[in-house]
């Protein structure tokens, strides 16, 4: 038997036992009735182990105002990921002209233009507009799970184009943002491990634009502000980030005026499963069937047995 976790042996078997759906564009697949259970079941778990944070819920939309993005400086770093809703604004006689065009097979985008919403790339975006002005005293800790677009259209099926990430955020002091940073490596560690994958930790960087942006990937390297949690899926040599783990230090807090209770500007942390990922390791890992997953796996997804499960459609 070769090595089972290459990108084709991960797609095709995520495809034949139905899985996922292609659609035709890269990266956008669709999720079955058990690929979705999986997830949310991963989800409560998630949950589960996050329980003593007490923290705020709450649920955004797949796009963000593109204000937002220009507030956090995401073109200055990944231009290359960012995905812009386009809409028609035009007369009677341009709608006809655009119709036609895309009748003929050409190119349309031109005749379209910029909204005030990009979709989202990160899916605590939005969260930090709203934490604006003082914080009480333990600071404020927020839990969503949210679509994430990323322009990186590729066959291989742990790199999409648009995928879950469950999240949470804290905005404090710097000494409570890393300390809870911290403490949520080890559960993530912990969690990952009892559902028997083989993870480990890495101090990572973000993907930043160009040649400024490697320095900037560097520099976050050198002050450790980023930790991925990574598992073999698609390549033994090269796992896959299935949880990552970053220290924004202020930046989000001077751009968009969180303040301490002591008046400090803010800093803030945030931690992210990828949750698609999560699911495809899960089935790289135990076999195509749940059925045929290890029972101490299936007891914590599936705590009142298989038969509560979704099934199929
Ligand atoms: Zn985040």
Redesign the pocket.
């Known amino acids: 038997m070769g090595d089972r976790f290459t990108p084709e042996a991960c797609h095709a078997g995520l495809v034949e036992h139905g899985l996922i759906i292609p659609v035709g564009a890269k990266g956008i697949f669709g999720r079955s009735a058990v690929f979705e259970d999986v997830l949310e079941r991963f989800n409560l778990l998630v949950s589960k182990t996050g329980a003593g944070d007490r923290a705020e819920s709450c649920v955004f939309p797949p796009v963000i105002d593109r204000k937002v993005l220009e507030r956090v400086k995401y073109l200055e770093s990944f231009p290359h990921l960012c995905g812009s809703v386009h809409s028609f604004t035009g007369n009677a006689l341009q709608a006809l002209a655009l119709a036609e065009r895309a009748r003929e097979g050409g190119d349309w985008s031109e005749m379209l233009t910029a909204t005030s919403v990009t979709l989202n790339p990160?899916?605590?975006?939005p969260v930090y507009p709203g934490l604006a002005g003082t914080l009480p005293a333990v600071g404020r800790i927020i839990s969503i799970i949210g679509w994430a677009y990323r322009h990186e259209p590729s066959d291989e099926p742990t790199r999409m184009q648009s995928f879950r990430?469950r999240?949470f955020?804290h905005a404090g002091t710097p000494d409570q943002v890393v300390a809870w940073r911290d403490q949520w490596l080890e559960r993530g560690l912990t969690l990952l491990r009892g559902l028997q994958l083989p993870v480990a930790e890495q101090v990572a960087a973000d993907p930043f634009f160009g040649r400024a942006g490697r320095l900037m990937g560097s520099n976050q390297m050198a002050q450790k502000l980023k930790f991925e949690v990574l598992v073999p899926v698609i390549s033994s040599g090269e796992p896959t980030a299935i949880c990552s783990f970053?220290y924004h230090q202020d930046k989000f807090g001077e751009a968009f005026g969180i303040r301490t209770a002591d008046g400090e500007v803010a800093h803030t942390a945030?931690?992210?499963f990828g949750m698609e990922r999560v699911v495809m390791a899960l089935f790289v890992h135990h076999g195509w069937h749940v059925e045929d997953w290890p029972a101490a796996v299936r007891a914590q997804l599936w705590p009142e047995g298989l038969s509560a499960r979704v099934t199929a459609p």
């Open positions: 990160a899916v605590c975006y990430v999240e955020i970053n945030c931690l992210g």
